[in-house]
């Protein structure tokens, strides 16, 4: 189950979200964004950022009311 | 399906090359270098040309296939910033002459800076590169573009001694004395390094851009134009930086923690420039381009065991405007240096490449981007209505003394039009105070004694 989608028609590839990413889970690997879903804390950080909105919490994923967003670090 | 005589294991891109020294056209195959440069933008470059210069093998990598593209940036550089790093401009990338810059408040009215710091150039990033990349390898650098890193190499203690890296799909490893993380905000040396490279969204902002070709009706081409306002670009600014004829990268820049569905960087960019059919209704796009923005003025530590950090990588880019092709290659002309001194020395621990970090910051550029920070934090808690009556207020010369963090003009300035902006500037001075205790204390002085006066009469 994804926790963040990635809009590939929609990324620029500009890797900003790797900036933001606490737990080193995205890479961009040539001009392709890749999310590594295991580690990611769903914090939605890298969705906040993205300056073209092709980040979105994956589908299922919101949905849970057990697994709602862990906002951890908004400062 | 058609056959192909041969054997796919026959291809060579894994083979070590013949006749020729390692690196000279990618091949994924080991080697050994005493300095490693990961990322090609200004930084890595320039660090490749200055390392290579010392007469150390230096090989550099770039995931992409070609350098230079596509671009996170807005192309401008200084005259004096090339001079300090031996760049010659050149017709080839320098495009757009620019000789002052105007800085809107949200009613249009404008404040213009001009004078000896304000020239430069707009340049076309992808030409630019290729001619820092032709100093590097002409000082003897090699450089391998399509070379992802995936891993770093660190031997038993922890210390970094190269990457494992991915040409063509095939792994390989690269050692290195020292290895340069020159690769941007999302630099995966630091991150692997252990170095504190998290971007807050405090502290970094969403960049969004279109070059455009057939721009019109700009103020003044010579000129690049920042728009401010809140409902332009929150906490960040609009920009338009002429790039040749009726050409410019039109682009914005908002601080990552305001951004939301319907207000994102594009979402903002794209309605500020609807709002202009004047400037935009015979243009069309040639680029798109995004980034992230580290305005934090530097990540905590930059060097760790046998790893330096530059440029983006290392969050150096200036916390007011955003710009960070200079600072980037200044930073690596230091690096070059101390770390050539550390490798003369067969010494690349943290401690032995910490000049980097002291002479940066103390000497050059890191001691004014460090004050600009807290501008930044100030600048943010403008209103509009407060930005309408600072471009009442300044002029372009106050304005560029900020610009080099010379900042008691501004805040006396302030006060004498402002009494009502007594706590926030009280608030502001102490935090800069914190930074300048010694310096210019006669200047603060007289700002304590205005400060008082201007609280008296509030209350």
Redo the contacts between chains.
């Keep these: 189950m994804a926790k963040v989608d990635v809009d590939h028609g929609r990324c620029?590839?500009?890797?900003?979200?790797?900036?933001?990413?606490?737990v080193?889970t995205?890479?961009?690997?040539?001009?392709h964004l890749v999310i590594d879903q295991g580690p990611c804390i769903n914090c939605g950080?890298c969705i906040?950022?993205?300056?073209?909105?092709a980040l979105e919490q994956g589908a299922d994923y919101g949905a849970d009311p057990e697994r709602r967003p862990l906002r951890v670090?908004?400062? | 399906m058609a056959t192909i005589k041969g054997d796919p294991g026959d291809t060579v891109t894994d083979k070590p090359l013949r006749n020729l020294p390692p690196g000279t056209i990618p091949r994924a195959v080991d080697a050994e270098v005493d300095v490693l440069v990961v990322g090609l933008g200004p930084g890595g470059l320039v660090a490749a040309r200055d390392f290579a210069k010392q007469g150390f093998r230096v090989l550099g990598i770039d995931r992409k296939q070609e350098l230079g593209a596509p671009k996170r940036c807005a192309e401008g550089v200084s005259d004096e910033g090339l001079a300090h790093c031996g760049v010659q401009p050149d017709p080839a990338w320098a495009y757009g002459r620019i000789e002052g810059a105007a800085l809107y408040a949200p009613s249009g009215k404008r404040v213009v800076l001009q004078g000896p710091g304000t020239t430069g150039w707009v340049v076309e990033r992808k030409i630019f590169e290729k001619h820092l990349a032709r100093d590097a390898i002409l000082a003897g650098a090699k450089l391998m573009p399509k070379t992802q890193a995936v891993a770093l190499l660190k031997d038993a203690a922890g210390a970094v001694k190269g990457i494992r890296a991915s040409f063509m799909g095939k792994e390989f490893e690269i050692r290195a004395r020292l290895t340069i993380g020159a690769d941007g905000i999302d630099s995966m040396v630091g991150k692997w390094s252990g170095l504190r490279t998290l971007n807050r969204v405090r502290d970094y902002h969403a960049g969004f851009q279109y070059e455009m070709v057939g721009v019109e009706n700009v103020p003044e081409w010579k000129w690049l134009h920042l728009y401010f306002g809140n409902d332009v670009a929150p906490n960040g600014y609009a920009w338009i930086f002429p790039k040749g004829d009726r050409v410019a990268n039109v682009g914005i820049g908002i601080l990552a923690k305001e951004s939301a569905w319907g207000r994102r960087a594009q979402d903002h960019l794209d309605r500020w420039i609807e709002s202009h059919p004047d400037m935009f209704r015979n243009a069309s796009v040639t680029e798109i381009n995004g980034s992230g923005i580290p305005v934090s003025s530097r990540v905590p530590a930059p060097v760790a065991d046998g790893v330096m950090l530059v440029g983006d990588a290392a969050q150096l880019v200036n916390p007011i405007h955003g710009g960070g092709i200079i600072i980037a290659m200044r930073a690596a002309m230091i690096a070059a240096r101390v770390g050539g001194e550390a490798l003369r020395r067969n010494d690349a621990s943290a401690a032995a490449l910490q000049p980097y970090v002291d002479e940066y910051w103390t000497k050059d550029e890191g001691a004014v981007t460090e004050k600009l920070l807290r501008l930044r934090y100030f600048t943010e808690h403008l209103s509009d209505k407060d930005f309408e009556r600072l471009a009442e207020i300044l002029d372009g010369d106050v304005v560029l003394e900020l610009t080099e963090a010379r900042f008691p003009t501004f805040v006396k300035l302030m006060l004498r039009h402002f009494p009502k902006m007594a706590p926030l500037v009280r608030k502001y001075m102490l935090a800069v105070r914190q930074m300048e205790e010694e310096r210019a204390k006669r200047d603060w002085d007289e700002v304590d004694e205005l400060l008082a006066a201007a609280e008296a009469k509030l209350a």
């Design positions: 620029i590839s500009c890797a900003g979200c790797v900036g933001v990413c606490p080193d995205i890479q961009l690997q040539g001009e950080l906040q950022f993205c300056p073209v909105g670090i908004t400062v």
